[in-house]
């Protein structure tokens, strides 16, 4: 009687122990509404079969339009914009670069906009993994360049980057609502 009384004891205490583990299932956040994003150039280095270096990656978070009006309102002109959503849209130089006239040591950086009307001011900054640009420091620029924008017909949803190729280097596109800014990278060497 005693054994039996141990067992059933063993068990009822085991029972319990796997309804405990199994209520407290791991909780997995819900897809975030601007999702993570990568771009390379070339564009397609991460899946070329002869296996192509990038010479940049830009890993960047895609705000949605979801009917807004975005630069001028949301985005407003003239303020630092973290140039995309969530955390500080960061790219990867793979060589050197020239933006804006500045050479560029290959590492890591942030990206910044200053939109306008007519122009925006883009920002290399070498402050990393910072949220926003609530801790935006203009004394981190390595480099900001004005470049021109221009309206665009139809609205883009999503916040898009892309490059095109250009002799001795490549432009980075910028793309949101209405509006679209196009950024000149020369490289130092070929790619």
Known sequence: MKRIFIVVFALLCFGVKAQE???NEVKFPAADPSPADIVYFPLNAPKAKDAT???IK???SRPQRKGRDIFGVLEQYGKVWRFGANENTEVQFFKKVTIGG????AGTYSLFAIPNKDS??????SQTDKWGA????????????NVPVKALAKPIE???LTFIAKEGGANLIIGWDKTQAELPITFWNKY
């Open 53 to 55: 270096k990038p010479v």
């Open 158 to 160: 999503y916040f898009s």
């Open 120 to 125: 925006w001011t883009i920002i290399v900054n």
């Open 134 to 145: 609530f801790s935006y420091d203009e004394t981190k620029d390595v480099v900001r360049t």
């Open 102 to 105: 500045k050479k560029i040591k």
């Open 58 to 60: 830009i890993v960047y």
């Open 21 to 23: 583990s199994s209520s």
